[in-house]
């Protein structure tokens, strides 16, 4: 059988795994950090938990993540995985980060995720609030109404790209070639060289093209080297 390209998000973490990935990712949890967790995957899976599940403590700690680390988001790979998720809060979530980030193109695409009628980020008292305290300015004009104050922003809640990208292989390999699958795949290998072009293509969501081409890279760095931890 041929390789078929992975789109949608495979098993996402929840519970204590999703603590874990989170805080794998940057994010100060009180856990254990995962070891090298997938980025986009751990992004879905937290916005789930916050508009699902009404974790506004998650919720928070992901948009500052997302305004101190977009950079090195891979877009891509980000719209793949929502346009393949079933709950429309969810979708609005990001159709709202894409608005909020407009400046920063590669997100344009997921702005057209979500075509509904504006939603509610509280789903209890989201009116009360904004007469109160007005709207977070955030998120004034997109598909999600957020009440001023609800989704604090603390810098100290994330750890910034230095520290992250001596933690996480991926993202490391993202600073240094850009947010790619490439970046990630070249990370995987450091991770287990002996990953087949068509395992390290379903890993990291990617094209077998691209796998085999970075496989070959990396095959003929090591051999010579060339190439470090």
Known sequence: MGYKRVAAARDLPSGGDLTSAMA???????????????????LL????????????????????????HHPWINADRLIRAVSNAQSQRT???????????????????????????????????????????????RFANTPLRVP??????????VVPPPELARAHRAYRQRIIMGP??????WAALENDPTLTAAELARQTYGSFATAWQVKKDFDLLAARGCWGQ
Do not use: C
Request: cysteine-free; charged content about 30%; aromatic content about 8%.
């Open 24 to 42: 794998g990712i940057g994010m100060r949890f009180a856990a254990k950090p995962g070891k090298n967790p997938n980025i986009e995957d751990t």
């Open 45 to 68: 899976a937290a916005s789930i938990e916050g508009m699902e599940h009404d974790d506004l403590r998650v919720l928070s700690v992901l948009v500052t993540w997302i305004q101190n």
């Open 91 to 137: 979708r609005a979530f990001w159709a709202a980060i894409a608005s909020w980030l407009k400046k920063d193109r590669r997100f344009a695409r997921m702005v057209k995720l979500y075509d509904g009628p504006r939603i509610e980020a509280l789903k209890v008292g989201t009116e009360f609030q904004i007469k109160r305290k007005g709207e977070d300015p």
């Open 148 to 157: 001023a104050d609800v989704l604090r922003h603390r810098q100290s809640d």
């Open 180 to 185: 790619t699958y490439r970046a990630d795949m």
